[in-house]
């Protein structure tokens, strides 16, 4: 989740960054590539905490919260704002 963060807060200043140096028409590759990595380690850190934790499956006491529920919801939000990135193109 960690990894995450950096890689969404380094999407953010590259596509400033890249919102004044790129031409007109050029696409917010590198971007929508770091976007994307944030997404797969959201991923990749939901998935492993839910591995890690087959003993709270059968208990009834327990339950994951809803910090793992909005993992599982910022993981489509972090690919499809991604994919945007990658699709936009820059105007004048």
């Not at 890689?7 to 590259?14: A, D, I, R």
């Not at 998935?47 to 339950?63: A, C, F, K, M, Q």
């Not at 704002?81 to 004048?92: F, Q």
């Amino acid at each position: 989740m960690i990894l995450s963060v950096i890689f969404s807060v380094l999407s953010l200043f590259l596509f400033f960054c890249q919102l004044f140096t790129l031409t007109k028409g050029g696409r917010f590759y590198i971007t929508g590539v770091f976007q994307i990595l944030a997404g797969l380690c959201v991923m990749s850190a939901a998935s492993i905490y839910t591995v890690r934790h087959l003993d709270w499956h059968y208990g009834s006491e327990n339950s994951y919260g809803f910090a793992y529920i909005l993992a599982w919801v910022a993981f489509p939000l972090a690919l499809l704002s991604g994919v945007v990135y990658v699709i936009l193109r820059k105007r004048e």
